[in-house]
């Protein structure tokens, strides 16, 4: 039997894609459920222009959903002129958090190195122009992210799902961004990033779930749901030595201020 996650503390999912065909059948009970453990925010972060407009519709309906929006690196082969314009008048929303989820992912190559490259440069600067945060995807493509956002200088934003060493870590956060934490940390093999988890300053760090993807111990293998934030959220504790309080406070306090969770100008206040 699946055990009850209590709402005893407040968590933010700094990353989910609840808009995903993988919640057809259950998103309302999905979205309850992460409520009812206190997960009051969550960012739903755009990976392709229909999966922005699904988010943004998403968000209007939950006052729980923060939508971002972005063409992931995987669908960065769609970027057409047509599909730029219409992601630009996305971004502009003033409901719109973030853009994201942008990046580099050089393990799965779905699209072009080159067209990659391309869509993460536009839309880095297209969050510049708007002074939006960057959720940024990177995978087995570290030197490469690490060396556009060095030659942009200081922004602000999340690696989400961090999976570079130390030293990028460090890089990262001189840079001013922020780290994104999710179920990898609660995995038995992990190893590298517990270690930066311990030394990271706690007002860089964002605890995530990638929803649907990457679930943590002990639903590895399964579906994620924001609610299992909570698992997140524990592990992080223990390998700080600190309350769940403690950190559920800080990270959702992180979350807020750098996503402005608590401004909803076209929403109720
Ligand atoms: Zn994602």
């Excluded at 409520?35 to 925010?41: L, S």
Aim: proline letters at 5%.
């Amino acid at each position: 039997m699946e055990e009850e996650l209590s709402a005893a503390v407040e968590l933010v999912d700094s990353h989910a894609h609840l808009e995903a065909r993988h919640f057809a059948a259950d998103r309302e009970e999905v979205i309850a459920r992460a409520i009812a453990a206190g997960v009051m925010r969550i960012v739903n972060a755009g990976a392709s222009l229909p999966a922005s407009e699904a988010s943004i519709t998403l968000a209007e309906a939950h006052e729980t959903i923060y939508p971002a929006v972005g063409i992931h690196p995987h669908d960065a082969k769609t970027l057409s002129e047509t599909t730029w314009v219409a992601l630009q008048a996305l971004a502009r929303r003033p409901d719109v958090v973030a853009i994201g989820e942008i990046g580099l992912d050089f393990f799965y190559n779905l699209s072009a190195r080159e067209q990659q490259v391309d869509a993460f440069r536009r839309q880095l600067a297209l969050a510049r122009a708007l002074d939006k945060p960057v959720i940024i995807h990177d995978r087995d493509a570290h030197a490469e992210t690490l060396a556009i956002l060095r030659e942009l200088g200081p922004y602000r934003g999340v690696l989400h799902c961090f999976s570079g060493d130390a030293a990028m870590a460090e890089a990262v956060l001189d840079l001013g961004y922020h780290i994104g934490v999710g179920g990898p940390v609660t995995f038995r093999n992990a190893r590298v990033l517990p270690d930066i988890v311990r030394r990271l300053p706690l007002d860089r760090l964002l605890l995530e779930t990638d929803a649907p993807y990457l679930a943590p111990q002990p639903h590895r293998g399964q579906r994620n749901e924001p609610a299992y934030v909570r698992y997140v959220a524990e592990r992080v504790a223990e390998l700080r030595a600190m309350s769940l309080a403690e950190i559920a406070q800080a990270t959702t306090a992180n979350a807020v201020v750098l996503f402005r969770l608590d401004h909803r100008p076209t929403k109720r206040g």
